[in-house]
């Protein structure tokens, strides 16, 4: 019960309402949320095909994630931002709304798998950054990665048509 009476709360600050009162803001919003999920998701995915051996094979690894993970980090955080004020538009319908909640999960195992590569596999790619496929728990992570956030956009797309 507290997430509900949590989401009610939210639903009625000045921002949510505004908001949610407004003509062009929510609509604003969800495209400035689609374009930079689709910078998240675009960068990732560049990582993760390197990491299947299906592109950029004459990239080192560990370059293609320096020059992309900025823009990863940066368009995140921008979907986030955004994704909270949609959120909080209209919190109720959210809380109920399974899409949404498969969304969130998908975006921490997604994570978790993330951290997992950084903290496991990635610790060596010295060894497998160039000329050599990358190790097997790499390109789980990799081909995991691709699954979630193609998951995630999915449910994203979904939630509003329920």
Same mark, same amino acid.
């Given at each position: $019960? ?6 009610? %709360? ?12 407004? =003509?062009? $803001?929510?609509?604003? *919003? ?7 999920? +689709?910078?998240?998701? +675009? @960068?990732?995915? $560049?990582? #993760?095909?390197? *990491?299947? !051996? ?7 690894? @560990?370059?293609? @994630?320096? #020059?992309? *993970?900025? %823009?990863?980090?940066? @368009? ?6 955004? &994704?909270?004020?949609?959120?909080? /538009?209209?919190?109720? /319908?959210?809380? #109920? ?13 997604? &994570?978790?798998? $993330?951290?997992?590569?950084?903290? +496991? ?6 060894? %497998? #950054?160039? !000329?050599?496929? =990358?190790? *097997?728990?790499?390109?789980?992570? &990799? ?5 979630? %956030?193609? &998951?995630?956009?999915?449910? +994203?797309?979904?939630? !509003?048509?329920?």
């Amino acid at each position: $019960m507290f997430l509900r009476t949590f989401c009610e %709360w939210v639903e009625q600050t000045n921002v949510a309402v505004t908001i949610a009162e407004s =003509a062009w $803001m929510f609509p604003t *919003l969800e495209s400035i949320h689609v374009i930079a999920l +689709g910078l998240v998701v +675009g @960068s990732i995915a $560049m990582v #993760d095909l390197r *990491l299947l !051996g299906l592109s950029a094979q004459s990239l080192r690894i @560990s370059r293609l @994630s320096e #020059d992309v *993970l900025p %823009w990863t980090w940066a @368009s995140f955080a921008v979907a986030v931002a955004t &994704g909270v004020l949609l959120f909080a /538009s209209n919190a109720t /319908s959210y809380y #109920d709304n399974i899409p949404f909640r498969l969304k969130l999960v998908l975006i921490a195992l997604a &994570g978790a798998n $993330m951290l997992l590569f950084h903290f +496991g596999a990635y610790r060596r790619v010295a060894e %497998w #950054d160039h !000329g050599v496929p =990358a190790p *097997l728990p790499a390109r789980m992570a &990799g081909a995991l990665s691709l699954t979630f %956030w193609i &998951g995630v956009v999915t449910a +994203g797309r979904w939630i !509003g048509f329920v």
